[in-house]
């Protein structure tokens, strides 16, 4: 069996709703972390992976962004995937190819997107832009004047601009000013410093219920009510465990039951999540993210047969905290009543919970090198992390 790592990393519009997503893979043989492998073999589990979980299943229906060697072009890497959904990345070395010039040529024809990748000053591109449609601008590495000389080489090109590498609000706000409408990077992960003082108060009452559900001495009782008395937090509950198959629906049909029949931590931990996605706030792929990375801890903690994968899950979903409430997660931390394994995983990363969290943030974003330095097993990571995707997907669909 291959190894293989794939994941993904979201595009966003301007309102920060998802583009779509570029995908990462590497296989035994990869030499750059960053190029959807060429060799046949590895194009044949690529092909597993799609043909399993299905594109549309992994990019959630918006747009597969591909970055491609010379080399996996010509191979037939992306031959049955659909043209409408998948963008190729392309670069100055496609330029003196005049085989793989002919190849793009006709995969435009075709209907196939493309999408110029790292315009810079030096850049060879006035073959390529003609059959790109966006072209991307690592933003972090230029300073504000290269930046709008940039843009204006490309105006005759009628291209969108995608933004690379944006790291914070600031450099949003920046970009989006000098007419970039695509933004791909990790600001959405950083508390955003200008706040809404509308939702302050809707943050503070998260904090306390979250205080509140995770209270380790909270009694069966105490718990029916702390939901029960909230009608959308009872109600998206009682939803999504009907819709999960989760439970019978003769059983369902209080939270009180529920409890009783699926456990305390269980509940709390749904309670948590339907509490986060009320945060309407922020983009949905920021909630989205939690629930990926709480799943993917839990499945992991399950593979390392872990006495306590709630543990695990709950370090996942509260990793993004911080953005969620625009607050520094030390002061989050110092005021709710998590154990020591979880604090410390949150906190420094610390602990057995610590490395599987710091494990998949490093998946995320493709940084191959460090997560096959964790020992964890290739084959069991990238699944867990495709089923996390899933299982995120369906909680959203349930209770929408």
């Known amino acids: 069996m291959y190894k293989i790592y794939i994941a993904r990393q979201a595009i966003y519009k301007k309102n920060l709703d998802i583009f779509g997503y570029e995908l990462l893979a590497r296989s035994d043989d990869s030499s750059n972390i960053n190029t959807l ?8 589990v690529l092909s597993e992976v799609f043909n399993q979980f299905g594109l549309d299943n992994i990019v959630e229906g918006h747009a597969a962004i591909l970055k491609l060697s010379k080399r996996s072009l010509l191979e037939g890497v992306i031959d049955g995937l659909p043209r409408t959904k998948v963008m190729l990345e392309l670069d100055d070395s496609f330029v003196d190819d005049d085989v793989i010039m002919e190849e793009i040529r006709q995969l435009k024809s075709e209907g196939s997107y493309f999408i110029y990748n790292n315009y810079t000053l030096s850049s060879n591109a006035e073959k390529l832009l003609p059959y790109c449609s966006v072209v991307k601008i690592d933003v972090k590495s230029a300073d504000e004047f290269i930046l709008q000389h940039l ?9 969108k601009l995608l933004a690379d590498k944006v790291e914070d609000y600031e450099s949003l706000e920046m970009c989006k000013r000098l007419g970039f409408v695509l933004f791909q990077g990790y600001f959405l992960y950083e508390p955003q410093t200008l706040k809404s003082h509308g939702m302050e108060t809707t943050k503070t009452n998260l904090i306390q219920l979250l205080k509140e559900l995770n209270d380790p001495n909270i009694t069966v009782e105490e718990l029916d009510e702390l939901i029960s008395r909230d009608v959308t937090l009872s109600y998206k509950l009682l939803r999504y465990l009907e819709s999960a198959s989760v439970m019978v629906k003769s059983r369902v049909s209080t939270i009180r039951n529920a409890i009783v029949y699926l456990g305390m931590d269980v509940i709390r931990n749904w309670a948590n999540i339907i509490a986060l996605s009320s945060m309407t706030d922020k983009p949905a792929d920021l909630i ?37 409430l625009d607050m520094n997660m030390d002061d989050i931390i110092k005021s709710m009543p998590l154990s020591d394994n979880v604090r410390a995983a949150l906190l420094n990363k610390d602990g057995e919970i610590g490395e599987i969290l710091q494990m998949i943030l490093h998946y995320e974003r493709g940084d191959w090198d460090f997560v096959e330095d964790s020992e964890t097993d290739a084959a069991e990571t990238s699944q867990a992390y495709l089923q996390s995707i899933q299982w995120a997907e369906h909680f959203h669909s349930s209770v929408a």
Do not use: H, W
Not at 37 to 44: G, N, W
Not at 151 to 159: A, D, H, T
């Open 37 to 44: 492998p060429s060799d046949l073999a590895t194009a044949r």
């Open 288 to 324: 989205n993210t939690s629930l990926v990375r709480a799943k993917m801890c839990q499945l992991l903690a399950q593979k390392v047969d872990s006495e306590d994968p709630n543990s695990y899950f709950l370090a996942g979903l509260f990793s993004t905290l911080d953005a969620i």
């Open 151 to 159: 843009i204006e080489q490309l105006q005759p090109f009628k291209v």
